[in-house]
């Protein structure tokens, strides 16, 4: 719901009923991930999206029902073999679509949820999607140090269900993670979904995550562009002001003017393990201090521009300056994935390129010239869900 918010709330703050379609499974090609979100308020106005396209229609009828009836569903879009197009979703794989109306005022935790979500307060979502048709759709929304909301009506155990749900809905925004979780209705864990169980769809809303492209050169402006497009907090940092400036970066969210080092070291409360550096100065006198800090912080990805030689300099230098083979390993350099890339335009789809590859696990190679899963990250998580069953 995080790239509807905006309108979700103005609909919430004038008291218009809508319905909230989430993705909530997914398995084989399926076109969006978990999270996914396409919305319906009472005027029948449509924002968001679920499938891009090839089950929106049956789902925004689902909406507008779930406006009228007032009750949640949970429905599966797919295919068969025997007839693809059947039932509409014709990419071969499998979506599970949960649909919850939303009255303003009628719910604590949707409403806490979506004001939190819309002013950029980490928040977590926990909604059960299956289990006892009493708890369906029932919500808590849990922060850093609190949360909204209840299992009400249930038998004793629900309790303990709302303590553990809490809990692990916290777990899950500290990690900035989105996914289904299994509880008995006595609180514990579960493999499997099954009658006795309790299915919730707990979805993290954090900030976006940043990117710092260090180096305001004329590549940083492309790169600063893409890396909107992609969904970063986009910082441009560099020592000299007269190229670092808003005028030259409006697209930027910041443009700091400060030694590359020194900056990241007044941010190490607000970079993490989603944070992206583009180092793109390839001055020695800016890199190495830089990288000497940054390598040595749990960053999703570090990567310097320059040439061979420059790249082999800079190893040398940041080896004389006590970093190990295994730290500087962790440098993507020379920066960007080999496209035969010229303009500033050109490399900065390099360098995307290869962040999302480092991000999702992909091979970097032509789809065409494999058959395996186009998804890496959703078959490395399927491989992880069944080797922790065996």
């Not at 004001?115 to 980490?122: F, Q």
């Not at 001055?283 to 030689?309: H, N, T, W």
Request: glycine share 10%.
């Amino acid at each position: 719901m995080q790239d509807i918010a905006e309108q979700l709330l103005a609909w919430h703050s004038s008291g218009r009923s809508f319905a909230v379609a989430t993705v909530v499974g997914v398995s084989g090609s399926a076109p969006r991930d978990p999270g996914a979100a396409l919305a319906v308020d009472a005027a029948g106005e449509a924002i968001g999206s679920v499938s891009g396209g090839c089950v929106e229609g049956a789902v925004y009828e689902l909406c507008r029902e779930a406006i009228a009836s007032g009750t949640p569903v949970l429905e599966r879009f797919g295919y068969s073999d025997e007839d693809a197009f059947a039932v509409g979703l014709t990419c071969g794989g499998l979506l599970d679509v949960f649909v919850q109306p939303v009255v303003p005022g009628a719910d604590p935790a949707l409403d806490a949820g979506i004001t939190y979500i819309a002013s950029g307060t980490p928040v977590a979502l926990a909604r059960i999607v299956a289990g006892p048709a009493a708890l369906l759709g029932a919500t808590v929304a849990v922060t850093a140090d609190t949360h909204h909301g209840s299992l009400t009506p249930a038998p004793s155990t629900t309790f303990a269900l709302e303590r553990a749900a809490v809990a692990e809905a916290r777990a899950m925004l500290d990690a900035g993670r989105t996914g289904q979780l299994v509880l008995g209705l006595d609180g514990r864990p579960c493999d499997d979904a099954d009658q006795g169980t309790v299915t919730f769809f707990i979805e993290s809303y954090v900030p976006a995550p940043r990117m710092i492209v260090f180096g305001a050169i004329d590549f940083a402006a492309a790169v600063v562009r893409i890396g909107k497009f992609l969904g970063y907090r986009v910082t441009v940092c560099d020592a000299r002001p007269v190229f670092a400036t808003a005028r030259r970066f409006p697209e930027a969210d910041e443009v700091v003017v400060d030694w590359p080092h020194r900056y990241l070291e007044s941010q190490l409360a607000a970079v993490d393990g989603r944070t992206v550096l583009c180092v793109l100065t390839h001055d020695a006198k800016f890199d190495i201090p830089l990288l000497e800090r940054a390598l040595r912080l749990p960053l999703a990805f570090v990567g310097a521009m320059g040439s061979r030689k420059t790249h082999r300099d800079r190893n040398a230098r940041l080896r004389e300056v006590g970093l190990t083979d295994a730290e500087i390993g962790r440098l993507r350099s020379p920066i960007g994935l080999d496209l035969g890339a010229r303009t500033p335009e050109e490399t900065a789809v390099s360098v995307a390129a290869e962040i999302v590859a480092h991000r999702r696990g992909g091979s970097c190679l032509p789809l065409s010239a494999g058959d395996g899963p186009i998804h890496h990250d959703l078959a490395r998580a399927a491989e992880k869900t069944e080797a922790t069953a065996a």
